[in-house]
């Protein structure tokens, strides 16, 4: 198992890219031969046949998706399959606020298509559930710098976006003028003003929060020149490909179980972890029903749950956790074709029963299935090392490679000067005023001051033998320091005036330099600009031109 020691940079405008992008284009190609080549049974529908199955549908769902909200869709090819599909680079991100270091992925995705004659395709994660109904928004007053929380919506708990609504439409619609009365003058055309406008006007069309906020990002990118495919997961995990995959999984769950789980005790391992819930937990039994590694839960009880499976000789039983009755049974098996359990597991949207993957399968299906090139951000790719693991072991493939990609670019806020080094040396100078205080005293100004300095010489040359001897010279030399300390004490006050004023601007700093606020809070202009040269580099074949074209572009915006 590899080692990958992922960090955001530190920098602004440095730019995180694994392999480097120059690399990329080269990469996308070879994964689309080696993943056409690739002989998978499906439990009686081929890997090859899968995936141009899967990839056509995609597309097809994607853009009727835009379609549907109004949006301009890229041309894709028609549905002769015969025609063979240009490279699809795939990322996803759930529906949220993030910041400009998650939503680069998305510009990236863009340029990468762009220049290998592919189509760019974002995931809006909608199977997963928020963290809260808030953003952080910086608070300078004039001298402390503080993050505040400002509520777009009620928090009404943990549902999954797909069914999360807007409980408080007014105060969603307030949110802008709310944010402008906190948000530094600095900031003169956050993204905000554009984005907020067109997530309100969605109000009557679309009840649920993250579909509108995903919307409204892919009519900024839009308007800054990217045209990607969108799709929610919640529609992925409804085509009939993604069935197959989930079928294929179910029917061969106690070797999946076995791998997961024994991948999983590796990686923990690898890197030291105690935890049992981390990265994931272990897929478990419950008597005889054994976990599966999707979620499932009923429209109106949006609490996601695990999906729990008894096979049987010829069949199975599925039940979502917490349930007693079974909620569907399926005529498959190890050794059975899926085709049947495919068309049941289709009726279960009709029944208002959602059937979704995890993180570990959602990866797995977009970047074995769907993609040729998939886009991770730092925390995707650390979970999905484990989910490398476990494909190659299952699927006994080399798991096709991904490009962990992420920005950091702050908001360009007014800083402080004082930086860790700063506090780290008064810091010092003050450990050596308390215990060498003879070594500030400018000039011995009395015959005491300069037998107490000897003094202090003879006892530190003086080597004491017994424990009785080290203790007395020990005392001595406190003594003398005790002595001498009024004679820097003018010293000692100011260094610690500039201790206080060094950890006041170290606060500043740690928010005005945060690369986490939301990319709506940044200036439109700056960001626009920033992300236009990561894409216009990004086809360069110079590993560093990209990162260094971005900074140039942050230092001079």
Request: charged letters at 30%; one cysteine or more; glycine letters at 4%.
């Given at each position: 198992m590899k080692d990958n020691r992922l960090r955001a940079p530190s920098t602004d405008g440095a730019l995180l890219a694994v392999p480097p992008l120059a690399e990329a284009l080269g990469e996308i190609s070879r994964t689309s031969t080696r993943l056409r080549a690739w002989d998978h049974d499906f439990q009686g529908r081929s890997s090859r046949l899968l995936r141009k199955q899967v990839r056509r549908d995609v597309l097809a769902r994607a853009s009727a998706f835009l379609a549907r909200h109004g949006i301009d869709a890229p041309d894709v090819p028609s549905a002769d399959e015969t025609v063979l599909l240009p490279p699809l680079i795939v990322t996803g991100h759930q529906p949220e606020l993030f910041h400009p270091g998650v939503w680069v992925k998305n510009f990236a995705a863009a340029s990468l298509a762009s220049a290998c004659g592919g189509i760019a395709l974002n995931m809006i994660v909608d199977n997963d559930i928020p963290k809260s109904a808030t953003i952080r928004v910086p608070l300078l007053e004039r001298d402390r710098a503080r993050a505040v929380r400002i509520e777009f919506d009620r928090w009404m708990g943990e549902w999954p976006y797909e069914d999360l609504r807007v409980h408080d439409e007014a105060l969603f619609a307030s949110f802008p003028a709310r944010v402008r009365k906190v948000l530094p003058a600095q900031i003169a055309d956050p993204i905000l003003d554009g984005f907020w406008p067109r997530a309100v006007r969605r109000a009557s069309e679309i009840p649920t929060l993250g579909l509108r906020l995903a919307l409204a990002r892919r009519e900024i990118e839009a308007e800054w020149g990217i045209s990607n495919l969108e799709i929610p997961l919640s529609e992925l995990c409804q085509g009939e490909g993604f069935l197959w995959f989930a079928s294929h999984i179910l029917a061969q769950l106690p070797r999946f179980q076995e791998v997961h789980n024994s991948a999983l005790a590796d990686y923990r391992?690898?890197?030291?972890?105690?935890?049992?819930?981390?990265?994931?937990?272990?897929?478990?039994?419950?008597?005889?029903?054994?976990?599966?590694?999707?979620?499932?839960?009923?429209?109106?009880?949006?609490?996601?749950?695990?999906?729990?499976?008894?096979?049987?000789?010829?069949?199975?039983?599925?039940?979502?956790?917490?349930?007693?009755?079974?909620?569907?049974?399926?005529?498959?098996?190890?050794?059975?074709?899926?085709?049947?359990?495919?068309?049941?597991?289709?009726?279960?949207?009709?029944?208002?029963?959602?059937?979704?993957?995890?993180?570990?399968?959602?990866?797995?299906?977009?970047?074995?299935?769907?993609?040729?090139?998939f886009i991770h951000g730092i925390g995707g790719a650390k979970y999905d090392e484990l989910g490398d693991a476990i494909a190659a072991r299952f699927f006994g493939i080399e798991p096709p490679r991904f490009l962990t990609l992420s920005l950091t670019q702050r908001l360009g806020l007014p800083e402080k000067p004082a930086g860790p080094e700063t506090l780290l040396a008064l810091e010092q100078s003050i450990r050596r005023m308390t215990y060498n205080p003879d070594r500030f005293v400018d000039e011995p100004t009395t015959p005491e001051v300069r037998t107490l300095i000897d003094e202090k010489s003879r006892w530190i040359a003086n080597e004491p033998g017994t424990r009785d001897e080290r203790i007395r010279r020990y005392r001595a030399i406190q003594d003398v320091n005790g002595r001498l300390r009024p004679l820097v004490a003018g010293r000692m006050q100011t260094t610690q005036r500039l201790k206080q004023q060094a950890?006041?601007?170290?606060?500043?700093?740690?928010?005005?330099?945060?690369?986490?606020?939301?990319?709506?809070?940044?200036?439109?202009?700056?960001?626009?600009?920033?992300?236009?040269?990561?894409?216009?580099?990004?086809?360069?074949r110079n590993p560093d031109a990209t990162e260094g074209a971005i900074m140039d572009a942050v230092v001079n915006c």
């Open positions: 391992r690898h890197y030291g972890i105690r935890s049992k819930s981390h990265p994931v937990a272990d897929l478990g039994l419950q008597g005889e029903w054994r976990e599966a590694p999707f979620w499932a839960w009923r429209q109106g009880e949006p609490r996601r749950r695990a999906l729990l499976v008894l096979q049987e000789k010829k069949s199975m039983r599925l039940r979502i956790a917490g349930e007693s009755e079974t909620l569907l049974e399926l005529p498959l098996a190890a050794d059975r074709d899926a085709c049947c359990a495919v068309e049941r597991l289709a009726d279960l949207p009709a029944r208002g029963v959602r059937l979704r993957t995890r993180a570990l399968t959602t990866t797995m299906f977009a970047r074995h299935l769907m993609g040729d090139m950890i006041a601007d170290l606060r500043w700093n740690l928010v005005t330099r945060s690369r986490e606020f939301p990319f709506i809070l940044h200036s439109a202009r700056r960001l626009q600009h920033v992300m236009s040269v990561m894409a216009d580099s990004a086809n360069s």
